[in-house]
């Protein structure tokens, strides 16, 4: 009798359990996608470090989906309030009928657990449908084999799913026996009274409302402006602790806005011609009705949106970024650079024979040159800018100042020529070779003017009136800035580097690398006093360290932002639903009043629409300057190019459009069934 009666309950409240669904199988679908990456990339054929970037990856993985897990817990238990207080009626009903507590709780167990089973058969079947989408993406960025693709299900990661939204739902199951146990028949059979309407002063809104523009402003300054930023950085008494300012601002500026901002809409509105047409009275008044009594659940909500976007669109353009940098910094198999401190200048490709790696036959092509570090009193940002260092003094002491490298033209344009890269020509001139934007930024301000600098006892005119791009060590997008000079320059300076620029002749690049390698190690152990240190960039360490990289942001981002995507749109859509079941008494008596279902539908549809939209709208403006911020950060580690920032915008409102989306579509149509079962 009590599982027929519980499975009745559930066909006949079916869609009450919409959005309570519709999140948990989500929620499943995700956390079974990122914890299934193990099994989908085993049968790939990789090599030993890419398997270690995969093992990685599971790792720092494994750690969010606890977090993960808490946030959907939260979500569930959340969800699970609605429905309860959506048939607190019908559980009083059964109390007067004379069935205990006890077994009102049973039926409350039956229940979510035959929910709980469909929703996770539901969210695995989706999560491993979206897990070979996955399987092939990550193929392809690790260049492996997708023609024998196969399906892959990963058993691990379906048990690990089922036992922690089990957990989750243990924890449902307590919550609802001991808020059964802790209910009295008379509590469950009264209707709770709406929240009575608290008007706001206009004048007091409206000084609110600047207040809350203000702060919004004064944070955006803050953070976008670099010259602020760093005076911020440096309040408090320790490094960085003055970043808690602006973020401070930010969130009091959402709460005041939600606060105020209600007030003030629907006194503008109240003195517009279509204020008084159809149903706007009665829409706007629901409206500011449930603002009122969400202000901090929306504040909550519109700064869970803000984060999400700003992680999703991080993610996403340091995935490009990467990707980028991944085909474009390794226009050679390698770049050997070894720091030197032996007098005798002894030549490296013979020391390396003696090693066992002939550099000449193992390589179809290379390139044997010499770097120097420029003195400070010859080239400085003080030397370079001038009078106009003063100004930018705080700026660029976070940028490195110790010592410009520097470089013979002709040697450059050897590297340029194995690079396929630009070749140029010196007259008594010099010029900076970088692609690094922000020192880049300051040096163009300095060659804007064409300065002469004295370098090594030689006046060379500026050549170029900005930095040329360009790199001689395979880090694209990390180059500070070299200096480029005419041979007679460093025709007699002690070389601070050498270095061995190439391709490998051998079509198994791999196994001459660990030769070359093997070869330095055992050159530097023979002249300890001749080479202090190498540092080995080649094609086959940046895609592995690029690909990498970028697995990592993707999937972090992904992960998180999703989970806290589904989050705000699911609160917002179950509050949404809660304030749809305590106002179908006033849809009846606009219905008795003469208001057909149009109408009523309409009035519905838009607010729900705005209530969606309007954490959504403020969450986008606090973003445009908390993406920039974040631009800001990361391209002085090379990670971000800002020209990837529109096509990751693009996926970003593909996914919200998807998921934001979706919930706004369930929270409509299980409000109008609300409205349609109410009549």
């Known amino acids: 009798m009590i599982f027929k009666l519980a499975y009745r309950n559930i066909r006949k ?76 009626k019908e559980f009083g009903i059964y109390l007067i009928l004379g069935m205990t507590k006890q077994k009102v709780s049973f039926i409350l167990f039956l229940e979510t657990l035959m929910v709980g089973t469909l929703s996770l058969v539901t969210g695995l079947l989706l999560g491993s449908a979206l897990s070979q989408i996955m399987g092939i993406a990550v193929a392809n960025m690790f260049i492996a084999d997708v023609k024998k693709f196969a399906f892959v299900f990963s058993m691990k990661a379906m048990i690990k799913t089922i036992l922690y939204f089990g957990v989750l739902y243990l924890l449902v199951m307590i919550f609802n026996t001991l808020s059964i146990s802790s209910s009295k028949i008379i509590t469950l059979l009264c209707k709770q009274e709406n ?66 901002g209600t007030t003030i809409v629907l006194t503008i509105l109240k003195h517009t011609k279509r204020y008084n047409r159809r149903l706007n ?36 353009t340091i995935r490009q970024t990467l990707n980028d940098q991944a085909s474009g910094k390794s226009p050679a198999d ?100 970088t692609d690094y934007d922000i020192p880049a930024s300051y040096q163009n301000k300095g060659l804007k003017d064409k300065p002469s600098l004295t370098i090594n006892g030689y006046k060379l005119a500026s050549k170029y009136n900005s930095c040329q791009n360009g790199f001689v060590s395979m880090d694209k997008g990390t ?11 460093v025709s007699k300076m ?35 006093e001749g080479i202090g240190g190498y540092l080995l960039r080649s094609k086959i360490e940046n895609q592995l360290s690029s690909v990498g990289l970028s697995l990592l942001a993707t999937f ?78 990361l391209t002085s580690t090379a990670l971000v190019s800002a020209k990837y920032l529109l096509s990751s915008t693009l996926m970003i409102g593909a996914l919200f459009l998807m998921i934001y989306g979706g919930y706004f579509f369930v929270t409509y149509r299980m409000s109008l069934h609300m409205l349609r079962e109410s009549s």
């Open 13 to 88: 409240s079916i869609k009450d359990y919409g959005v309570y669904f519709f999140t948990v199988a989500l929620g499943v679908a995700i956390f079974y996608v990122f914890n299934a990456i193990e099994t989908q990339t085993a049968m790939m054929k990789i090599s030993s470090d890419q398997r270690e970037i995969i093992r990685l990856i599971v790792a720092v993985l494994s750690g969010v989906s606890v977090f993960v897990s808490m946030v959907l817990g939260f979500l569930i238990i959340y969800a699970n309030q609605f429905l309860i207080k959506r048939r607190k």
């Open 195 to 260: 929240e009575k309407i608290r008007f706001k002063n206009p004048i007091i809104s409206a000084l609110l409302l600047i207040a809350g523009i203000i702060c919004s402003i004064s944070a955006y300054y803050m953070v976008v402006d670099s010259k602020t930023f760093f005076k911020i950085l440096r309040l408090g008494s320790n490094y960085g602790e003055g970043i808690l300012i602006p973020i401070g601002l930010g969130i009091i500026a959402t709460f005041l806005i939600f606060y105020s």
């Open 281 to 316: 009275i009665f829409t706007f008044k629901q409206l500011s009705s449930q603002m009122n009594t969400m202000v901090v659940s929306m504040s909550i909500i519109c700064i869970s949106l803000f984060i999400t976007i700003c992680m999703l669109s991080t993610a996403m």
């Open 334 to 433: 390698y770049c050997a650079i070894f720091y030197t401190r032996d007098k005798k200048d002894r030549n490296i490709p013979e020391l390396l024979k003696k090693a066992g790696f002939d550099i000449d036959k193992q390589s179809k092509e290379y390139i044997y040159i010499k770097a120097f570090i420029a003195s400070q009193n010859d080239m400085s940002y003080k030397a370079l800018l001038g009078d106009k260092y003063k100004n930018y003094e705080k700026e660029l002491e976070t940028i490195n100042n110790a010592g410009w490298s520097m470089m013979s033209i002709s040697d450059y344009n050897k590297v340029a020529k194995i690079y396929h890269h630009k070749q140029y020509t010196l007259n008594n001139e010099y010029m900076i070779l």
């Open 479 to 489: 180059n500070p800035g070299i200096l480029i000079v005419p041979d007679y320059v």
């Open 494 to 528: 002690k070389p601070y580097t050498k270095l061995l620029i190439g391709n490998y002749h051998s079509s198994d690049n791999r196994k001459t690398e660990d030769q070359f390698k093997k070869s330095i190690d055992s050159m530097i152990t023979n002249n300890p």
């Open 556 to 633: 972090i981002g992904l992960y998180i932002g999703i989970v806290f995507l589904i989050s705000s749109a699911a609160i917002l859509a179950l509050k949404a639903l809660s304030h749809t079941g305590d106002s179908l008494n006033r849809y009846e008596i606009l219905k008795r009043l003469g208001a057909d279902d149009m109408m009523l539908r309409h009035s519905l549809f838009k607010q729900i629409f705005i209530l969606f939209m309007i954490p959504l709208i403020l969450a986008i403006i606090h973003s445009v300057a908390g993406i920039k911020f974040s631009m800001f950060l």
